[in-house]
Each structure stands twice: as C-alpha cells, then as structure tokens.
C-alpha cells in the first residue's frame, strides 16, 4: 500500500510538469485563449509567488548571512504554498508559445510551495505514507 501511495506522490507531483509540456506541443486552450488577459494576470501572479517562495527558501538565509547575520539571530519565514501553480493555469488561457511553456517550467522547478517540492519534503516521512504504524496497529489489537 506505501508503494502505491508514493506512486501516487510521484504523480501528483509531476503533472503540472506533463501539463506544461503538453501545452507547448498542442494548441488547445480553454475558451479558445479569448481570456488572454486573465490568463496572462495568473501567469504573472504564479510566477511571482514562485519566485518569493525561492528566494524565502534559499536566497534569504544566503543575504542574511551576506551582510553579517548569524545562524541563530536568523528567523525563518515560510512561503505561500500551493498558489505558484498559478502560472501552469494562466498559461491554460495564453496563446501558445514555447517561451511562456518554458517559463512555466522554470516557475514549477523552483517553487519550493508547489507540489513537487512537498513530495521531497515528505518522501522519507514513513508516516505520511502509511495509514498507521505497527506500533498503532498492535496497540489497536490489544484493546
């Protein structure tokens, strides 16, 4: 059942991947892209919340130990998660254009919010991964 359920992981995770690539390759879009703008204002607002998520991931502590700060006067500060597929959803809407597919892709690999990053995070967490433990299931067995 733990295989089956990070094979699931595995799939969630790359499917905004798979959307990106299918939407450089085809040009179906919904509503034909007559939402253009819409489409363009989610990109934009993915792509940004991407880009916080990175540099709140990574490039702050980096700064913050640039200019002199220590490890222990550091305070860390999560991201928003789950919104930078925003952009994998405004590019649903934008013509089709390999760039805005690339772009996409960039946004996806460093959105440390997104799906793909969660997977990481939670890949060696036995306990995500299975319903109960055998400590909780012997326990169970003997009430």
Not at 117 to 138: E, G, H, L, R, Y
């Amino acid at each position: 059942m733990q295989i089956f359920r990070r094979f699931i992981g595995i799939v969630i995770a790359i499917m905004p991947f798979g959307i990106v690539l299918v939407l450089s390759v085809i040009k179906w879009r919904i509503l034909a892209g007559r939402l253009a703008f819409f489409g363009y204002c989610l990109f934009t607002i993915g792509g940004l919340i991407s880009c916080i998520n990175f540099y709140l991931s990574f490039l702050r502590y980096l700064v913050h130990r640039l200019r002199g700060g220590t490890k222990e006067d550091y305070s860390w500060t999560s991201g928003i998660p789950l919104l930078g597929i925003l952009s994998v959803v405004g590019l649903l809407h934008l013509p089709q254009s390999i760039w805005f597919s690339l772009l996409a892709f960039v946004f996806l690999l460093i959105d440390t919010g997104g799906t793909p990053w969660f997977i990481v995070a939670v890949w060696k967490d036995d306990s995500f991964w299975c319903s109960m433990t055998k400590n909780q299931k012997t326990t169970k067995n003997n009430k």
